[in-house]
């Protein structure tokens, strides 16, 4: 059965006067699924998303968002979108409920901040105060700040940088939990381990052009066929396997 298809990326370009960041990109996000768009640093990727959140206007092209065009119909899509703020979004001396209150404000809706804070395993935290989370609890409540508006579409900017491995890998489950639930998600990220996990497709650019566009397996699968063979033999574990085995992959406060 054909998977229906929430965002259409058409022939999106972006240039700075003399410089073209975005060279004529086009690709679809399916519904309820993990989307990964890849590329080194200056590739196009963050200027590509900015255009499909509708925070950056394109100089030609179109993105259709669940039927709704970045061109014509902006606020439609910035409804049933959320985006994920860095650190420096919040109030750092605001807790955690009266955050998500100023967010229901912002949005004009009434979400329940208890309850969005339990889907992130933040439950117990609705009178912390903002600056005193560990970095792991910062990135949950980052995320369920992109749920206040019960959105159908969430967009992640490198969610696990500078977490470490037992944060990391609760937040893959968060995430694809929340993919279960029925959210599309689109995400960056440069831990390309990270990619292979969660992603259901992924986009990788370089030099402002989709250069390649599958599911991770299929990507592998067609480099081994061109012959590629690593130069060390991948062992079944790594060294993060052996920390997280002795560790525990319990949340943990820092």
């Known amino acids: 059965m054909a998977r229906k298809t929430i965002i ?3 022939n999106i370009i972006k240039k700075y006067n003399d410089f073209t960041a975005v060279k004529g990109v086009s690709f679809q996000v399916y519904e309820g699924e993990i989307f990964g768009l890849l590329g080194p640093n200056g590739a196009g990727k963050t200027t590509t998303l900015e255009i499909i959140e509708t925070l950056r206007d394109e100089t030609e092209g179109d993105v259709i968002v669940k039927g709704f065009s970045i061109n014509k119909e902006p606020e439609k899509i910035k409804e ?3 985006i994920q703020l860095q650190e420096s979004g919040f109030y750092p001396n605001l807790n955690l409920k009266q955050i998500i209150e100023l967010f229901n404000g912002l949005y004009d809706v009434t ?12 439950g117990d ?21 992109t749920l206040v508006n019960k959105p159908l ?6 969610p696990t940088t500078g977490l470490d491995p037992q944060a990391r890998r609760n937040l893959w489950e ?31 650019m370089d030099e402002g052009k989709i250069i390649a566009l599958d599911t991770p397996d299929k990507l592998i699968d067609k480099l081994i066929k061109s012959g590629f063979k690593k130069e060390i033999k991948v062992r079944e574990a790594n060294l993060e396997d052996v920390f997280i085995k002795l560790t525990g992959r319990e949340l943990r406060d820092e």
């Open 8 to 10: 259409e990326v058409k």
């Open 80 to 82: 049933i979108i959320g």
């Open 111 to 122: 979400s329940d901040p208890l309850k969005l804070l339990k889907k992130v395993g933040l």
């Open 125 to 145: 935290k609705a009178t912390s105060v903002y600056k005193k989370l560990s970095g792991g609890q910062k990135q949950r409540f980052s995320i369920a700040t």
């Open 153 to 158: 579409i969430i967009f992640l900017d490198e």
């Open 174 to 204: 968060l995430v694809k939990e929340l993919r279960d639930s029925g959210i599309t998600i689109v995400l960056t990220t440069h831990y390309m381990d990270e990619a292979q996990y969660l992603c259901d497709r992924v986009g990788i």
